[in-house]
């Protein structure tokens, strides 16, 4: 029996995942026809429908189900005789799937890329930043190589910390909970009004279990889409809110409408890491780009607490 092509299963996995023969095309950098006809001709081979179409939408058969996931799992094990080949010379060469979440991205990367780039100058870092779930859910598929997001995860993933980062508490200007004397424990949240992310952030759970034991009260009528978001609302006069170091130190000016509070030690906050599938065959790769990140992480971090 005749086997699928690569071509093939990579523009099967990619209509299943954009439900689009439009935008599966733009994905691969090919024109629609020629999707269609690589589907077809796949279709044609395997002798099953994998997808029903019409003008508005494109559902994938329950035979194309398994054709999907058997094509994802091959083209991962594609990807590892890559892999294989490329560990035996320079490491870290070529195209990197990275996912990175929305409260990380804009405020580490900055800090990170750089070093990643003077070590490892011929890695082609391809970004993408998503939620928690959704990265993993990537992960898992083979759609990610690796993400940096908060730890610890869920799920058949190895894990390697690079940064421990700390929270600060966001006030309107002038609020009373910010000029008490000293630094704030948790328990100077009792009956505060905290705003928080939306659902689907993980920021939103760690604040959350540091609300819960300071006993502040969650407002329920306001979520924030963002961290930006949320200090507009802050600044508004709102609430409060949790803001890691980093995010604070670049959404935060000093004579603006929201003013910061440090904790004592131990300081509530956040664990930085990069993870990875368990099943990666490159393990070693991905340990000394962690290792390059958390060295930077340091640094980063030792300049914003000067």
Known sequence: MDRPSIRQLECVVAVAE??????????????QPALSAQVQAAEELLGVQIFERDRRSVLVTPAGEDVVGRAREALTAIDGVTDAARRRGEPLVGPLRLGVIPTVAPYWLPALLPAVRARFPRLELILREDQTHRLLTM?????????????????????ATIAQESFLLAAPRGASIVHKKGKLTERDLDDQTVLLLEDGHCLRDQALAVCERGGAVESMEVRGTSLPTLIQMVAGKLGVTLLPEAAADALVPPRGGVELAEFTRPTPGRTLGLAWRTSSARLREFRMLSEVMAEAASTFLAKLRK
């Open 18 to 31: 954009q439900r689009s023969f439009r935008r599966a095309a733009g994905t691969l950098g090919i024109s």
């Open 139 to 159: 992960l898992s598929a083979g759609q990610l190589d690796t993400a940096l997001l908060a730890i610890p995860v869920p799920g058949d993933f190895t894990t």
